[in-house]
């Protein structure tokens, strides 16, 4: 079975600090991996993924997430937060394996970036 | 357009009234998904076309969702007698290729379905 989970609902930070947010996921083989972020009354934006090759991706605005395949983690990180980052996050998981495309969503983090 | 549509942005219905919901994706995209996402919880699944085929209709969660894509472009949602726990917001992504399943989704901006 396919799951994700983003152990933190909500993550504070001051802007200017690096932020944090975390996604660990459970697939049955190897998996692609996703980060979107919602705007209140908007449709998901992508911001990046994780297909193969180097564990450290880099994607929009700055954002990057580090694959680690042993703790079966993709944490999306950025070094100098900024108050529009401000917005809820979600990690996503595929299964390599699979030919059908559905992804697989957490709970989503909510990010507050403090002025 | 540039990215996926949705209409109607906003539903209200009673409970019993049948709803459609339309998706326009991305032109030329080949893969169209639904997904439901509550309040407070991140999207599920609902069902996923290639083209004007329907693949994968597992998330749908009962027989009252239908979904169509007749022509492999604009897809509808219909619920028919809807339910309050229909409650939600619905959103349609869409993904250039049927292969490689690697392919980014792109999002509509949903539509959010209130059932009274």
């Known amino acids: 079975a396919q799951s994700v989970a983003q152990p933190e609902d909500q993550v504070n930070v001051a802007e200017g600090n690096p932020l944090t947010v975390k996604c660990t996921y459970s697939?049955?083989?190897?998996?692609?991996l996703f980060w979107y972020v919602q705007y209140p009354n908007r449709g998901l934006q992508f911001l990046l993924k994780y297909i193969t090759g180097d564990n450290l991706v880099k994607g929009s605005y700055g954002f990057e997430a580090e694959f680690n395949k042993s703790q079966t983690s993709f944490h999306l990180k950025k070094p100098s937060a900024l108050v529009s980052d401000s917005a809820l996050y979600f990690c996503?998981?595929?299964?390599?394996?699979?030919?059908?495309?559905?992804?697989?969503f957490g709970r989503g983090t909510q990010l507050t970036v403090w002025p | 357009g540039a990215g996926v549509s949705q209409s109607p942005r906003y539903k209200v219905a009673k409970r019993g009234q049948d709803v459609a919901l339309r998706c326009d994706p991305i032109s030329g995209h080949v893969s169209l998904f639904w997904y439901q996402q509550a309040l407070g919880q991140g999207p599920e699944f609902l069902t996923y076309f290639q083209n004007e085929a329907q693949l994968d209709k597992s998330g749908l969660p009962s027989d009252r969702f239908f979904a169509e894509r007749p022509e492999g472009s604009v897809s509808t949602l219909k619920i028919q007698r809807t339910q309050q726990e229909d409650s939600a917001v619905y959103l349609c992504?869409?993904?250039?290729?049927?292969?490689?399943?690697?392919?980014?989704?792109?999002f509509g901006p949903g539509t959010r379905l209130t059932v009274l």
């Open positions: 996503a998981v595929r299964d390599r394996g699979s030919t059908l495309g559905r992804l697989y």
């Open positions: 697939v049955s083989g190897n998996p692609y």
């Open positions: 992504a869409s993904s250039l290729g049927g292969l490689p399943i690697s392919d980014t989704q792109y």
